[in-house]
């Protein structure tokens, strides 16, 4: 639906002012207003975008009007309706020749009262005099070049300069016109006052019945059976359930069949005891039972294929490295396993000393630490007699600071009013330029609007010629062509070339491919499922192999016990020098405390 010329109106002068709050980009920001506000007709939108990147663009042309006004005129308008200015002008200089005033009229005139007084005010100060002709136009053209100025700027200015101040006169009729009283009411005829007329009695309430007395029902769990037992009997139903269902599929199977046949005349007999036990203790209580002792052994983990390669080839690299250490053993080389004994020793204690190194730097800082206190507590009171020196002085340099500032204000006092002398005589030469600039300015509008009349005859001239050359085609083109072609499957195409074919020997030849194709990819199947039998069978080769080498490692104690050991052989010895930091220590502290308390 479409909006009011109001709300698009406030639509535009919102989208202005919550960008300069924003943090994104100017089309984000654009999308996100729109979507948040429901904008969703297509003119709405393309208008609410043309004014709203136009603002951005001409910024600094139109917070020259915006600021001029703040400083001259409107210095009781508050700065929120700054925006509000922003879009007035760029509607009112920038694409007026494109829309015209009419709907800047019809915008203006629905606007609240306060707004619309502060945009009739805003007019007046702009189109009522002659800014546009003294100051405006010389601070917009240290941003612009002239001829952009005088052609883009002050031509749609002074080309509308009536319709606008019609809008302000209109604005101003409608603010200073009275309201219209509303019409009056008529008079309250009174009622004649008659003492003999009876007074209405009021029927008499009929009395409350009184409802009998709310008795609780007998609740339903008073005469049902308990929960826990209703709980007992459905799971004592599911495990006897479960357990025939057992039975019936263990005796269902091939090896419990044959297994039967060959039970010894004793079993059978105490398979006979064991189902009458079972039938009287039907009724009793079944208890869990124990969980199977099958259950209970470790299961070995199912490895997969790349698994199982990777440990064969790290037990294969450490037997390879176990035959080459005890072949050099035999050849009168050292033994790499006491020698690395040795050197787990040596790192223990390497290890003992570096964290006793730490300790007596730990000790270390904090002995530090309290020979800072100590000299803190010293520096303080050199520092409150500085800082009260430092309190005079300030004091001094702040009277001479404020007899300076007296001088230097008188100073520019004065020249403020210098200045204001000689921009009074600047006026008149400003004046003369701006009319020997104005007659220039009229001679080339002359120029322009006949170059543009008969730049207008030749496009006219030009669209007859291409309407006639249209007309033309359009009239060859509908003239009946006969394409139809008989295409025969078995011919060739006739280019000559040796590999041509015909359509129907280009299917036999496709057929003739699919069944070589498909004999291919039987082979190929054939193939991967004798790689694939090969490739289980050597991974079973490897997982036994694995399964014999884990059983000798778990014999061999492990690196982390030999480490434990030397680490609890190395940690007997001590270390003199952190008891002496330490007994330091403890001395600085009480000397502290006693500074402190005193």
């Not at 319709?163 to 209109?170: G, K």
């Not at 170059?451 to 010629?465: G, I, T, V």
């Amino acid at each position: 639906m479409a909006l009011t010329p109001r709300a698009v109106f406030t639509r535009c002068v919102d989208v202005r002012r919550d960008y300069e709050t924003s943090v994104i980009g100017p089309d984000a920001h654009l999308v996100q207003f729109l979507a948040a506000h429901k904008v969703q007709n297509p003119s709405d939108v393309s208008f609410i975008t043309d004014v709203f990147l136009g603002c951005i663009r001409f910024k600094k042309m139109l917070a020259v009007t915006v600021d001029g006004y703040y400083v001259k005129d409107g210095e009781n308008c508050s700065k929120k309706y700054e925006w509000l200015f922003h879009v007035i002008a760029y509607m009112g200089i920038i694409i007026v020749d494109d829309i015209g005033a009419a709907p800047l009229e019809t915008m203006l005139m629905e606007l609240p009262r306060v707004s619309m007084s502060k945009a009739a005010a805003f007019i007046a100060f702009l189109w009522n005099g002659d800014a546009f002709e003294t100051w405006v136009q010389e601070r917009w053209r240290l941003l612009y070049d002239d001829v952009y100025v005088d052609n883009q700027l002050l031509g749609p200015v002074r080309r509308h300069v009536a319709s606008i101040q019609e809008i302000y006169a209109n604005l101003h009729s409608k603010l200073t016109s009275k309201t219209v009283a509303p019409p009056a009411k008529a008079p309250t005829t009174p009622q004649p006052f008659n003492l003999s007329k009876p007074r209405v009695k009021k029927p008499a309430e009929p009395a409350r019945a009184v409802a009998p007395p709310v008795t609780k029902p007998i609740p339903a769990t008073t005469y049902a059976t308990p929960i826990e037992q209703k709980a007992l009997e459905r799971k004592r139903r599911m495990n006897r359930a479960k357990a025939e269902q057992t039975r019936q599929t263990s005796n269902a199977l091939p090896t419990a069949s044959l297994a039967t046949k060959a039970l010894s005349e004793r079993t059978l007999q105490l398979q006979e005891t064991m189902r009458q036990r079972e039938a009287e203790h039907l009724n009793v209580t079944i208890k869990a039972r124990p969980v199977p002792a099958a259950l209970n052994r470790p299961v070995d983990v199912k490895l997969n294929a790349g698994a199982i390669l990777r440990e064969e080839r790290l037990l294969r690299a450490e037997r390879e490295r176990e035959e080459a250490r005890l072949a050099s053993v035999a050849a009168g080389a050292f033994d790499t396993v006491a020698l690395h004994e040795r050197a787990l020793e040596m790192h223990a204690l390497e290890e003992k000393e570096r964290h006793d190194a730490i300790e007596i730097k730990h000790l270390q800082g904090l002995i530090s630490r309290e020979d800072a206190v100590l000299a803190r507590a010293k520096q303080g009171t050199t520092n409150r007699r500085s800082a009260r020196e430092l309190k005079r002085e300030t004091e001094e340099l702040l009277q001479k600071r404020a007899l300076e500032k007296r001088e230097e204000h008188e100073t520019n006092r004065q020249n403020v009013m210098d200045v204001a002398d000689m921009h009074e005589r600047t006026q008149q030469a400003v004046l003369d330029t701006v009319e020997a600039k104005a007659l220039v300015r009229k001679g080339v509008a002359q120029e322009s609007k006949a170059l543009l009349e008969h730049a207008a005859k030749m496009q006219e001239q030009e669209a007859a010629k291409r309407a006639e050359v249209i007309r033309q085609i359009r009239a060859l083109e509908s003239v009946p062509i006969d394409r139809t072609k008989i295409v025969d499957k078995s011919a060739t195409s006739g280019c000559g070339l040796m590999t041509e074919m015909s359509y129907i020997e280009l299917q036999e030849r496709l057929a003739m491919l699919r069944v070589r194709n498909q004999r291919e990819e039987e082979q190929r199947r054939d193939k991967i499922v004798r790689s694939r039998v090969q490739a289980e069978q050597t991974l079973k080769d490897k997982v036994s192999a694995i399964a014999r080498a884990r059983v000798v490692r778990s014999q061999v104690p492990n690196m982390a016990e030999r480490i434990r050991a030397n680490k609890s052989a190395v940690g007997n010895f001590h270390n003199s020098r952190v008891d002496e930091l330490r007994a330091k220590l403890a001395a600085k502290r009480t000397t502290v405390q006693k500074i402190t308390s005193k």
